[in-house]
């Protein structure tokens, strides 16, 4: 029996790819169903807490190698919609990319 974890999926170069796989960390860690995370969707809606943002984001910097700006003392509000989080990632991964 081989006990190696399964290799990583290779992460996605384009928009769409990453927006899908971001969206997807974000249902995971959240809890909230995959199709209510549109882009014009708030998160107060979607009653996402604090403390499951934070992890997200934890999440989604480990994924992606990247660390997502974020005002400290927000108190988990940094970003107001499921868009607004996924711009901030998709900003950080392109100043990452080495072009």
Do not use: C, W, Y
């Not at 190696?4 to 997807?24: E, F, K, Q, S």
């Not at 005002?71 to 990452?96: C, H, K, P, W, Y």
């Amino acid at each position: 029996m081989n006990d190696l974890p399964a290799p990583a999926r290779p992460l996605p170069t384009d928009d769409a790819g990453r927006t899908a796989l971001i969206l997807d960390i974000v249902a995971k860690e959240t809890g909230v169903a995959r199709d209510r995370l549109a882009l014009d969707q708030s998160l107060a809606a979607l009653e996402v807490p604090s403390l499951d943002m934070v992890q997200t984001v934890f999440e989604l910097e480990s994924r992606f190698g990247i660390e997502v700006p974020v005002m400290s003392n927000a108190g988990g509000t940094e970003f107001e919609t499921v868009g607004d989080l996924v711009a901030q990632v998709l900003a950080a991964i392109r100043q990452n990319d080495p072009v």
